[in-house]
């Protein structure tokens, strides 16, 4: 699992940390989604998925090309109000910590972090050599979630509809968003982020995702 480093220009260390824990909170939503509803925004998706892929990225916003790569987690981050927070969100957020949990446990297996680094660079370099095939980038991914992740603890057990949780396609396009978040997760504790800010300093995180979406409304304009 590699980090962005932030070399060759000047980045905000508040800012990336909003931008990957936005990661997080994307790839948990799109679980959810999958699980409960069966369908997800293809953009939104493919986002998630190309940014396991970017290794040599400067920083969080590069490695989902763009902050518009994570309007969608950063709307989620936004909205987050424990005060009207339905039990949709509840569950997300169930996911969310899970997904920073599950990261914190595979930092202290550095032998699995260096074959899942080894297996996901070899991974890019075979897309590379057949970009725009989602199908065969989400069955890899899944395989390497399998292979490498599903046995760290905690295990996370998603909820949803019967017939859908049944459904090969969705479990593996379940199984590449929980290593997006895992990726995310890795990438927030990389810049500094730790569990409790979730519970202390959690508005300038929702501050910040929502100064970012302003930001790119005014871009548009």
């Not at 990661?23 to 999958?34: D, E, K, P, S, Y």
């Not at 074959?115 to 069955?139: D, F, P």
């Amino acid at each position: 699992m590699s980090e962005c480093s932030g070399r060759g220009r000047r980045v905000n260390p508040a800012g990336e940390r909003c931008l990957a824990l936005a990661g997080v909170f994307q790839a948990a939503f799109l679980v959810q989604q999958l699980a409960r509803v069966g369908e997800v925004k293809p953009a939104v998706l493919q986002s998630s998925l190309d940014s396991v892929l970017r290794h040599d990225a400067d920083t969080v916003e590069a490695i989902f090309a763009g902050t518009s790569g994570l309007s969608f987690g950063l709307g989620k981050l936004a909205d987050l109000q424990i005060s009207r927070a339905g039990s949709a969100t509840v569950e997300a957020m169930r996911y969310v910590l899970l997904l920073l949990l599950l990261a914190d446990h595979l930092a202290a297996d550095q032998a699995t972090v260096q074959a899942l680094t080894e297996a996901l660079t070899k991974l890019t370099a075979v897309r590379q050599e057949s970009a725009g095939e989602t199908l065969l980038l989400i069955e890899d991914l899944a395989d390497l979630y399998t292979h490498f992740l599903s046995t760290v603890k905690p295990r996370i057990v998603v909820n949803g509809e019967r017939n859908l949780l049944h459904d090969q396609q969705i479990i593996d396009t379940v199984r590449a968003c929980l290593l997006a978040g895992v990726r995310a997760a890795w990438l927030w504790y990389q810049l500094g982020g730790k569990r409790w800010h979730l519970l202390f300093i959690r508005g300038r995180y929702i501050r910040q995702a929502g100064e970012i979406l302003a930001h790119q409304s005014t871009d548009m304009t």
